[in-house]
């Protein structure tokens, strides 16, 4: 067994891993915290997830966060799940106890539900009505959130109906309804929130074409970084709409398990985002 390494480490594994901004992310905190510490980026496949997970911690590891398409197999290795991680079948943060045990936790939601406070406030406070297009896990984190939160009403749609009605199925909420996709544009007016889960918008899709001029009050997010100013967001932008970007969800999605491995602050701040904006240019989409 490996003596315990003088300072933490931490890693973000993957299949495919090499362009996640999360290694990114973190020495950027480690830095700014002035500590010692090490996070970096770990290609795993699936058949190799278990013994990688059982390894790391002998290899002085503290945590990891897992990205797809591990986050099903994270919840199922743990010794010990939080709420939100048996609510949606899905970890994104692992971490090594002394004892052996392994801990599982989803900050996906947090990164969520954060990104809404900080840049749509008056909406986030309202605690109001939110569509929410989509139905993949990322979906489920967000319907979580909402829930949690209690938001007065959830809209899903998705345009495979019946992956709907599974994801509505997980969630016993009175206040879950869901719309066929056909009719998305329509009274986008009531929304306070609208927040795009597909995979419409991002480089190489194809773009989801919502006309917002009727969406009155909502801030319009979505989880998509690549790229950032999806044609959705710029379509809210030019409503006048408080637009969100997925950057703004990633930064705080983080932020959690960097406090918890490391023991300071991880500060979501514009010197972050200038960052690993940078990065998304340099080195292109993942
Ligand atoms: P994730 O777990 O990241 O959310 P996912 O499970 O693959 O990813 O979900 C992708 C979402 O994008 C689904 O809601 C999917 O809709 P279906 O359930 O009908 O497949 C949605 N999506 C992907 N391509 C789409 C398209 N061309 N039009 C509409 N929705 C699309």
């Not at 973000?12 to 010692?36: C, N, Q, T």
């Not at 949690?148 to 998705?158: F, H, K, P, Q, T």
């Amino acid at each position: 067994m490996a003596e315990p390494s003088s300072f933490p480490i931490a890693a973000v594994i993957g299949d495919p891993i090499a362009h996640s901004l999360s290694p990114r992310m973190h020495r950027y905190w480690l830095k700014a915290a002035r500590l010692a510490g090490e996070y970096g980026p770990l290609h795993i496949k699936p058949a190799d997830f278990a013994d990688a997970i059982a390894m790391l911690p002998r290899l002085g590891f503290v945590g990891a966060n897992v990205t797809l398409p591990h986050k099903e197999a994270a919840a199922a290795i743990a010794d010990e799940t939080e709420d939100a991680v048996e609510a949606m079948g899905a970890a994104n943060m692992l971490t090594f106890l002394p004892d052996g045990r392994i801990e599982a936790r989803n900050t996906d939601w947090i990164g969520f539900i954060e990104a809404v406070k900080a840049e749509a406030p008056l909406q986030a406070a309202a605690r109001g009505r939110a569509l929410v297009l989509g139905a993949g896990g990322a979906a489920a984190g967000i319907v979580y959130a909402l829930q949690r939160e209690s938001w007065a009403s959830i809209v899903l749609a998705n345009r495979t109906h019946e992956k709907a009605q599974a994801l509505a199925s997980r969630f016993q909420n009175d206040r879950l309804d869901i719309i066929p996709w056909a009719e998305k544009e329509e009274d986008l007016g009531d929304f306070d929130l609208i927040v795009n889960t597909t995979k419409l918008g991002m480089l190489g899709a194809s773009s989801l074409n919502l006309d917002l001029a009727s969406a009155r009050k909502a801030a319009v997010m979505d989880i998509v970084y690549t790229p950032l100013r999806t044609p959705l967001l710029r379509e809210a932008e030019r409503c006048g709409l408080i637009a969100i970007d997925g950057l703004s969800m990633l930064m705080r999605q983080g932020a959690p398990a960097f406090q918890s491995w490391f023991g300071a602050a991880a500060t979501v701040d514009e010197g972050l985002r200038a960052h690993l904006i940078e990065a998304l240019e340099r080195d292109g989409p993942a």
